[in-house]
């Protein structure tokens, strides 16, 4: 990796993570923004335009639906002005920070392929300097799509296509013991364990991009001394975290604190530079909108003027082009209605706007950070997190003392509940907030598993994962005695399969004969595990791909396939295929209330599986590590081995594809740890690929073979070896 001259210690291990050593809290934040900077120029950079609303104007126009919602969701605005509430000691630390990633940023985006590829080595040799503000906007764009929001966009497509009771068709949590993929965290405590004290496991689950999401990091001064995982470009460490006394992990709530509302806008004349005023429809009538536009800049093309509209409720998010070019149209030929309480069904999409608690409050829970590097004790971790905001998280807790407990953390709108599922209309009066819903504490004395299902999101959203990764979890713990970190581990890779029972129940029922007979006794008879050897896996995948895409050409769902018009940044939540892919379960219950026969559907799939059994191999030849890079829209993104990956959606391990659209490894444990509180060096983690975000370094991709192979690295550079960079 490049090395610059630091004035404190810098030591690698053997897979080149950086344990930083520095003589003050301020001084390690500057030596960790300019480690970061050497290890992840690239991708810090990228995300910084990402934050900006700047991709296009240096990677061209297909970057250009992210920068026009960032533009109209006032990332960078809303994130400055939370830097500005901050109190002056964490305003000082996150300066700290930036001040080192700007000293290294040129030095460590020198040479990058991604630079070289893009032709932008004038730029990396002076970039842009940062501002203080700038990790908040990374942390805020990389969490803004995290929510409930985009899924009821994809509900309000369904409800206005089919009817609102179609909905239940695409209930991802399930009415059996199907699931979706999600990320786990468990705690044991010490009655169970072989020290006597608790262990703390955990694997989130995200999409794996390349490099990774998640920075393995020591960051050690005369406060503290701590190892976890960060994500570049943000100082600290956040979501995971071992200080030596208490160490913590979370998954994702599952909870709805963000609304969405749909937006009547109306036409009151132009400006002078004749662009549209407009107002809005609130509760009390007809309300004033703050407007204006936004210039981006696309490289090798010209610019983009995009407009920006902010209502009392927030700012639209989508739907606000088409909205203005209605309303310019009726300005200049008025349509012929008069009654503003009755408008006419317009065409999709309509224009929502977004709230989410960080714009109302312009707070994103920073102050948190600090407190959680100082934290001793579970008390200390609980008070810490009573600041955080959103992502809303259930963490897990535990301390040297033996003291465990649960927490869902951030901050939940209270206002009533007709907006969980569909958008709000902004006339209505129960979308109005009326302050916030805490999250439960527990203290836990056994095992908590937390794995975003029901029990453990503490009641603050409507849909979670069904409880099957949470039960096996807590299966293969009670099932152990004197457990290790080495029990912990193999749990983290556990394959067993929780959508094998419905298939089984399904096409166990089905009437067929011939090959197709004969594909439901090799199903019938597969052991239930996603393998990368398993011939059964790939026939059970096979059969499931063919089921989806049966449900989603059956004529009941037709009308879904109408365009929904909305950015292809939602796409994820707003493909009608991917949706099916995740709900599949729910509609094999459900269907036939419906009108889909499902019985058919299912004897259909066995049939092509079928006439297609010959090429079927393994599970692995299907199911191989296929990362999202930044680059992949332009064909320039670096390659890594398509290697095979273990798992499936419904296993622990949830390495996810997209039944229906591709067996490709996507998403998946995006870090695993373990977190021993009686031997801090006795913990171990591993993410995939590397260190490094630098395709050129040894670091790059070293640690995938252990993350394939379910192994997990020292938290810890062993004595005598690693690398030490500039100590004077």
């Known amino acids: 990796m490049p090395r610059a001259p630091m004035s404190a210690e810098v030591r690698r291990d053997a897979v080149g993570v950086p344990h930083l050593r520095a003589g003050d809290v301020m001084e390690l934040a500057r ?11 690239w991708q810090v950079e990228h995300h910084r335009w990402r934050m900006e609303g700047r991709t296009a104007e240096y990677v061209g126009a297909h970057g250009l639906p992210w920068d026009r919602f960032a533009r109209q969701v006032l990332l960078e605005p809303t994130v400055r002005r939370c830097f500005e509430r901050l109190d002056r000691e964490t305003r000082t630390w996150l300066t700290a920070y930036v001040d080192g990633v700007n000293e290294t940023l040129a030095e460590g985006l020198a040479g990058t392929p991604e630079v070289a590829l893009l032709g932008l080595q004038s730029y990396a040799a002076a970039p842009r300097p940062w501002e203080p503000w700038t990790p908040l906007g990374i942390f805020w764009g990389i969490h803004l799509l995290f929510g409930t929001f985009p899924a009821k966009l994809f509900n309000a497509h369904v409800a206005d296509r089919l009817g609102a ?91 709805d604190y963000q609304d969405l509302t749909l937006e009547s806008l109306g036409h009151v004349g132009h400006g002078p530079d004749g662009s549209p005023l407009l107002k809005a429809r609130g509760i009390d009538g007809w309300e004033p909108v703050r407007a204006s536009t936004e210039t981006l800049r696309v490289r090798g093309e010209a610019d983009v003027t995009v407009p920006v509209v902010v209502t009392s409720r927030g700012p639209v998010v989508t739907g606000l082009e088409a909205e203005i070019e209605r309303l310019v149209a009726e300005a200049e030929a008025p349509p012929q209605w008069t009654d503003e309480s009755v408008q006419p069904r317009r065409a999709h999409p309509a224009a929502h706007s977004l709230r989410t608690p960080t714009h109302v409050e312009e707070d994103l829970g920073f102050g948190a950070l600090l407190p959680l590097l100082r934290a001793r004790t579970v008390a200390d971790v609980e008070e810490a997190l009573s600041r955080w905001v959103e992502p809303v998280n259930s963490a897990l807790v535990a301390d040297d003392t033996g003291r465990v407990r649960h927490l869902v953390v951030g901050r939940v709108p209270e206002r009533d509940e007709v907006g969980a599922v569909l958008p709000v209309p902004a006339w209505d009066p129960r979308h109005i907030w009326h302050g916030y819903r805490r999250g439960p504490g527990s203290d836990v004395d056994d095992v908590m598993v937390s794995a975003n299902d029901r029990a453990s999101g503490g009641g603050l959203g409507v849909e979670y994962a069904t409880p099957f990764r949470a039960g096996r979890i807590r299966e293969l713990v009670e099932s152990g005695e004197q457990l290790t970190v080495d029990d912990c581990a193999a749990i983290h890779v556990d394959t067993r399969n929780g959508q094998a029972d419905l298939m089984r129940e399904l096409v166990a029922a089905a009437e067929v004969t011939g090959a197709a007979a004969a594909v439901r006794s090799e199903l019938l008879a597969w052991d239930g595990h996603s393998d990368t050897g398993s011939r059964g896996a790939a026939l059970f995948a096979a059969w499931r791909t063919a089921l989806v895409r049966w449900f989603s050409e059956h004529p009941v769902l037709s009308a879904l396939h109408e365009p929904s018009g909305h950015s292809r940044i939602f796409a994820a939540w707003t493909d009608v295929v991917t949706q099916i892919g995740v709900g599949w379960h729910s509609m094999a219950h459900l269907g036939p209330a419906h009108g889909i026969e499902v019985r058919e559907g299912v004897c259909v799939a066995l049939e092509h599986v079928a006439a297609h059994h010959d090429s079927l191999t393994t599970w692995g030849e299907r199911h191989w590590l296929d990362p999202v890079h930044a680059l992949d829209a332009t064909g320039r993104a670096p390659h890594v081995p398509r290697d095979p990956v273990g798992g499936d959606k419904g296993c622990i391990l949830a390495a996810a594809s997209a039944p229906g659209v591709t067996d490709h490894c996507y998403g998946g444990p995006v870090a695993r740890y373990v977190w021993d509180l009686a031997d801090r060096e006795a913990s171990r983690w591993v993410v995939p690929f590397g260190a490094s975000g630098d395709a050129r370094d040894p670091h790059f991709a070293d640690q995938t073979p252990a993350w394939l192979a379910g192994e997990l690295h020292p938290v810890q550079p062993a004595t005598g070896t690693g690398a030490t960079e500039g100590t004077g």
């Open 31 to 41: 030596l960790q923004g300019r480690i970061t900077a050497l290890d992840r120029a």
């Open 165 to 255: 009771e179609a909905l239940a068709l695409f209930h991802a949590e399930g009415v059996e013991r199907a699931e979706a993929s999600g990320s786990n965290a468990w705690v044991i405590g010490g009655e169970r364990t072989a020290s006597g004290l608790p262990l703390l496991a955990g694997d989130p689950h995200r999409t794996i991009e390349l490099p990774g999401c998640y920075q393995q990091v020591g960051l050690a001064c005369p406060e503290f001394d701590v190892v976890g995982f960060t994500f570049p470009g943000v100082p600290g460490v956040q979501h995971f975290a071992h200080t030596g006394t208490v160490a913590w992990g979370i998954t994702n709530a599952m909870a």
